[in-house]
């Protein structure tokens, strides 16, 4: 084999691996993805199904149902709701009215079961993409009237 074949051959070679490095990491990036989903969005359907996607607004007042350790609660921006299951222990701050974000999948019948609640840490905090999803529900209220 002559030089030049070796050389193109080991630049293949390495352009193969590179290639196959940048595969891996893009699929491991994609499958670690979370997106951010607003209640209005999700009863238009944006939402994905058994896909692992963050939720957030405000606890509905009057909402939360405690069984044991598993949480009923509704989450809204005002505009539309979703029912939403949690097992285990909520944050000392958890409360209705307030700010939370919840993490968990979406199942066919339209119901969200949470495997992470992440609450406000003071009173005048609100998780930005929740703050966001409530003042553009509010804002599209506002429009329609």
């Known amino acids: 084999m002559k030089p030049r074949h070796k050389r193109a051959a080991l630049i293949g070679g390495g352009l193969a691996a590179i290639a196959l490095a940048t595969y891996f990491v893009l699929n491991a990036f994609e499958s670690n993805l979370v ?17 692992t996607f963050r939720v957030g607004g405000m606890v509905k007042t009057g909402s939360v149902k405690r069984d044991n350790l598993t949480v009923n609660f509704v ?24 700010g939370v974000v919840a993490q968990g999948k979406l199942d066919a019948t339209g119901h969200f079961t949470a495997t992470e609640v992440l609450a406000k840490h003071d009173e005048n905090y609100m998780p930005p993409e929740a ?3 409530v003042d553009q529900a509010q804002n599209t209220i506002k429009t329609l009237k």
């Not at 989903?37 to 199904?49: D, L, T, V, Y």
């Open 75 to 98: 989450v809204t921006d005002t505009a539309q709701d979703v029912k939403v299951a949690y097992t285990g222990i909520l944050p000392d701050l958890f409360r209705e009215g307030k």
């Open 131 to 133: 703050q966001h999803a």
């Open 35 to 51: 997106f951010f989903f607003s209640p209005s969005q999700i009863a238009s359907g944006e939402a994905p199904k058994n896909r």
